[in-house]
T-cell receptor, first 114, second 113 residues
Framework: KAGVTQTPRYLIKTRGQQVTLSCSPI?????VSWYQQTPGQGLQFLFE???????NKGNFPGRFSGRQFSNSRSEMNVSTLELGDSALYLC?????????????FGPGTRLLVL | KQEVTQIPAALSVPEGENLVLNCSFT??????LQWFRQDPGKGLTSLLL?????REQTSGRLNASLDKSSGRSTLYIAASQPGDSATYLC????????????FGKGTKLSVKP
C-alpha cells in the first residue's frame, strides 16, 4: 500500500509570491491534516479536512488556506509569502474522524522563502 | 490549553544502553498518545499509539507507557543501536471535537557506536 505522498518535495519562493502544496493520502483514508514544522515552534497544526469539509483549523492567518477534493487529495495554499513561512510542511492522513487510529505522515514539502 | 513537554531535549548514549524518553501533558482529557520518530529532513514515522484506556504498548525493542492521571508517558528503548539515532516526538490527541495532534518539541537521540 502506497504511503502518503506530497509534492513538490522542495520549493524556493520569494516574498510576496504564493504557493500551492499537494498531498495525496493513503488509499481509503478520508482525513487529511496539515502541519507546519519550524525549528523554533516545532510542529503546529494548520487544518484538518474530512470528506471535503474543513473540520478544524489552527491558529494561522488567513493567508493559509486549504481544500480537499472528492478523491481525498488535499492542497494547501499560502498567499503573500513571508520569510517566516519557511518551514517543512507535513500532511497526515487517517481513516476516520473517530480519532482512535494512527495518523500517517508524508515526507513533507520543504519551503524556503527568500 | 493542552501543552506537551519532552525532556530531555537531547540525549547521547553508547550503543547497547537501555534508555527512557519522557513526555508530559497538561490535560488528561485525551483520546490517545502517539510516539513518532523523525529522521533529519524527513517526515514522521509512527512508532506506537496508546489509547487513553491503555497503560502500555510494545513493538519490538520499544515499549511506551501511559499514565493519564499524572499526564505522563515514557518511551523505553531497549539495547539501543546507532540506527535508533533520530528525533523522537510525542503527540497527544485531545478529547472533544478538536482532534488535531499536539506535539512536544521532541528529544534528539544520538546512539554512539
Amino acid at each position: 500500500k502506497a504511503g502518503v505522498t506530497q509534492t513538490p518535495r522542495y520549493l524556493i519562493k520569494t516574498r510576496g509570491q504564493q504557493v500551492t502544496l499537494s498531498c495525496s493520502p493513503i488509499s481509503g483514508h478520508r482525513s487529511v491534516s496539515w502541519y507546519q514544522q519550524t525549528p523554533g515552534q516545532g510542529l503546529q497544526f494548520l487544518f484538518e479536512y474530512f470528506s471535503e469539509t474543513q473540520r478544524n483549523k489552527g491558529n494561522f492567518p488567513g493567508r493559509f488556506s486549504g481544500r480537499q477534493f472528492s478523491n481525498s487529495r488535499s492542497e494547501m495554499n499560502v498567499s503573500t509569502l513571508e520569510l517566516g513561512d519557511s518551514a517543512l510542511y507535513l500532511c497526515a492522513s487517517g481513516r476516520d474522524r473517530g480519532y482512535q487510529e494512527t495518523q500517517y505522515f508524508g515526507p513533507g514539502t520543504r519551503l524556503l522563502v527568500l | 490549553k493542552q501543552e506537551v513537554t519532552q525532556i530531555p531535549a537531547a540525549l547521547s548514549v553508547p550503543e547497547g544502553e537501555n534508555l527512557v524518553l519522557n513526555c508530559s501533558f497538561t490535560d488528561s482529557a485525551i483520546y490517545n498518545l502517539q510516539w513518532f520518530r523523525q529522521d533529519p529532513g524527513k517526515g514522521l514515522t509512527s512508532l506506537l499509539l496508546i489509547q487513553s484506556s491503555q497503560r502500555e504498548q510494545t513493538s519490538g525493542r520499544l515499549n511506551a507507557s501511559l499514565d493519564k492521571s499524572s499526564g505522563r508517558s515514557t518511551l523505553y528503548i531497549a539495547a539501543s543501536q546507532p540506527g535508533d539515532s533520530a528525533t523522537y516526538l510525542c503527540a497527544v490527541r485531545p478529547g472533544g471535537s478538536q482532534g488535531n495532534l499536539i506535539f512536544g518539541k521532541g528529544t534528539k537521540l544520538s546512539v554512539k557506536p
